[in-house]
């Protein structure tokens, strides 16, 4: 049915909010058309302005609240209004997690696998401190004409204006000093800040990560050029100030693109790689690996990925999407075999030599998606009494769901970092296992995102 409204631009309406979307903004009705607010609760009623109208749908933006909600708690960032890093910091924790258990919830009654009524969905699991958790900053430069300096941020929500930022109450601390520091470099040198629109300028990005348990620091420049001007009175008085600086990289993004790394990495100073240390693991972080944001909150999604699993001394498992290792690697003492496969041969090479630098003779990991090779070892007779898959957000491809439904395993965990993935490829996962439970982790307590673990027994 067509809705009978249609809002205008700046048009300023009275709404009251049902409940939070995917993305946390709220959403509320205006005679059946549906209006997405950010920023606000349910249950509270809220003066908007109309920002984009369609047939459809609209979006506004909150002027004043009417009546609040008791869940409402004051936002501790400055700039927490414009940032576009965080969408939760006005919801306390304890509701935050419901919330990502409701999430959960709203896909699986939009996608309905069969039987989902009857899934058990647990609580979510928290962090005690939900506040600098995240080990790696990666911010954007943009010379502000106004002021004439170089600022250092990340983007306003949906735009390319940046916002200023020296005190993300998400990152490690570490991570937001030696940020600070660079910025105070590259104005006191004038190195010259990429301009989008002229496409001129060197530095665009710089990316700090720590290794949590190791405390090493990595710094990695990336510029439109492999042209880095005054750079080493840079690294000079980088290692001055910061003994954990112990890599120093330069990346090179030459293209017009949203990825934030080019191909070519240049080594400038001090290690190729920093070490952290994960269940009695090393990993080498070089400055492209991925690794998880949140490491402590990772230990715990692991360790219920292997509470789900389950495995005896005897069983062999498929480790699919296995980056370094992190998952297969932690149930390697308890398995027969481990196999693994990523797309990176980096990764691959890494998770090699964890699992050399850990004596295991029972593991082996290929370059290729899991999409083709976990078909091809299935054909070739290697039946695995387990497999875990931890998909990208875009979550499970066709070839893989239908490997696993040809050729199911007793035991599947499906570890998901976005929840209508997930529900959709339970579509078709459900009709040949049983979906025993469904476990919520919060990894990025302030935001919307979500992580699930899913333990499926074969019917």
């Known amino acids: 049915m067509n809705n009978p409204v249609q809002l205008k631009i700046d048009q300023t309406l009275q709404i009251k909010i049902k409940r939070l979307g995917i993305n946390g903004e709220g959403i509320g009705y205006h005679k059946r058309l549906i209006i997405f607010v950010p920023r606000v609760l349910p249950g509270e009623e809220v003066q908007v302005r109309v920002t ?11 002027i004043k609240i009417i009546k609040q909600s008791p869940d409402r708690i004051t936002p501790p960032c400055e700039v927490y209004d414009r940032c576009g890093g965080c969408q939760l910091q006005h919801l306390a924790y304890p509701k935050q997690l419901d919330f990502k258990k409701d999430l959960l919830k709203q896909a699986l009654e939009k996608f309905k696998p069969l039987d989902y009524k009857n899934y058990a969905l647990k609580e979510t699991i928290g962090m005690e401190d939900p506040w600098h958790y995240r080990n790696k900053a990666q911010f954007q430069f943009q010379f502000n004409p106004t002021s004439q300096k170089t600022e250092a941020g990340l983007y306003e929500m949906n735009s390319h204006r940046l916002v200023a930022i020296d005190n993300c109450l998400v990152q490690e601390e570490i991570t937001q000093s030696v940020m600070n520091a660079v910025v105070e470099l590259v104005n006191a040198y004038e190195i010259p800040i990429y301009n989008e629109q002229q496409n001129s300028g060197i530095l665009r990005t710089v990316m700090v990560r720590v290794g949590i348990e190791t405390k090493q620091v990595q710094v990695v420049f990336i510029t439109s050029t492999p042209k880095f001007p005054r750079k080493n009175a840079i690294i000079r008085e980088l290692n001055e100030r910061f003994p954990q600086v112990v890599s120093i990289m330069q990346n090179v993004q030459n293209k017009k693109t949203s990825l934030v790394m080019g191909d070519e ?4 100073w001090g290690k190729t790689a920093i070490e952290e240390t994960m269940n009695d693991l090393t990993f080498e972080l070089s400055a492209r690996a991925f690794f998880q944001l949140n490491p402590k909150q990772t230990k715990v999604l692991y360790d219920e990925a292997r509470k789900a699993l389950d495995l005896s001394q005897n069983e062999t498992v498929v480790d699919a999407y296995c980056g370094v290792g992190t998952i297969g690697l932690s149930l390697a003492h308890l398995a027969k075999e481990v196999r693994g496969m990523d797309i990176i041969p980096q990764a691959i090479d890494d998770a090699r030599a964890n699992a050399l630098r850990k004596g295991f003779t029972n593991t082996h990991y290929e370059v290729g998606t899991a999409e083709e090779l976990l078909p091809t070892w299935l054909n070739q007779g290697f039946k695995p009494d387990a497999i875990v898959v931890d998909p990208p957000r875009t979550g499970l491809g066709e070839p893989l769901l239908k490997a696993l439904t040809q050729f199911p395993a007793k035991k599947l965990v499906y570890v998901s970092c976005n929840v209508s993935t997930l529900a959709r490829d339970l579509q078709v996962l459900a ?6 439970y469904l476990q919520s982790v919060d990894m990025f307590p302030q935001t919307a995102r979500c992580e699930v673990v899913v333990k499926l027994t074969k019917k």
């Open 265 to 268: 990495t240049i080594h400038l």
């Open 431 to 436: 009709k040949t296992y049983q979906i025993d």
């Open 52 to 62: 984009k109208a369609s047939p459809r749908y609209a979006e506004a933006e909150l």
